[in-house]
């Protein structure tokens, strides 16, 4: 059975970083696009990120552009997303997921598996 376990979440000031990792089990994960979702309280969930089966094709949101990268390490089965500069409105609890489409998607609805989340909280 797959599974996805998000680690690396945390409290951090204002233009601190963390580095989320999405470790995934139980699944062929070079064949699976990843990507990171976040919602916040009274918030639809949004992506955030995504990277293609090898890498070759990412997706960011506007509001992170330039600021989170994502990567993954097939041989390890994991996926990561670098968080530069954050802010306060980039609180919220942090989602890995993984979609069997091999183009990087924003959309919920494409993604299958999904972890439990990583509560990021940045204070101002």
């Known amino acids: 059975q797959a599974q996805l376990v998000e680690s690396g979440g945390g409290l951090v000031q204002a233009g601190g970083s963390l580095r989320l990792s999405c470790a995934a089990s139980?699944?062929?994960?070079?064949?699976?696009?990843m990507g990171w979702f976040r919602q916040a309280p009274g918030k639809e969930r949004e992506g955030v990120a995504a990277?293609?089966?090898?890498?070759?094709?990412?997706y960011y949101t506007d509001s992170v552009k330039g600021r989170f990268i994502i990567s993954r390490d097939n041989a390890k089965n994991t996926a990561y997303l670098q968080m530069n500069s954050l802010k306060a409105e980039d609180t919220a609890v942090y989602y890995c997921?993984?979609?069997?489409?091999?183009?990087?998607?924003?959309?919920?609805?494409?993604?299958?598996?999904w972890g439990q989340g990583t509560q990021v909280t940045v204070s101002s």
């Open positions: 997921a993984a979609s069997r489409g091999p183009v990087a998607s924003s959309r919920v609805s494409e993604y299958y598996y």
């Open positions: 139980g699944l062929t994960f070079s064949r699976y696009t």
């Open positions: 990277v293609s089966w090898f890498g070759s094709n990412t």
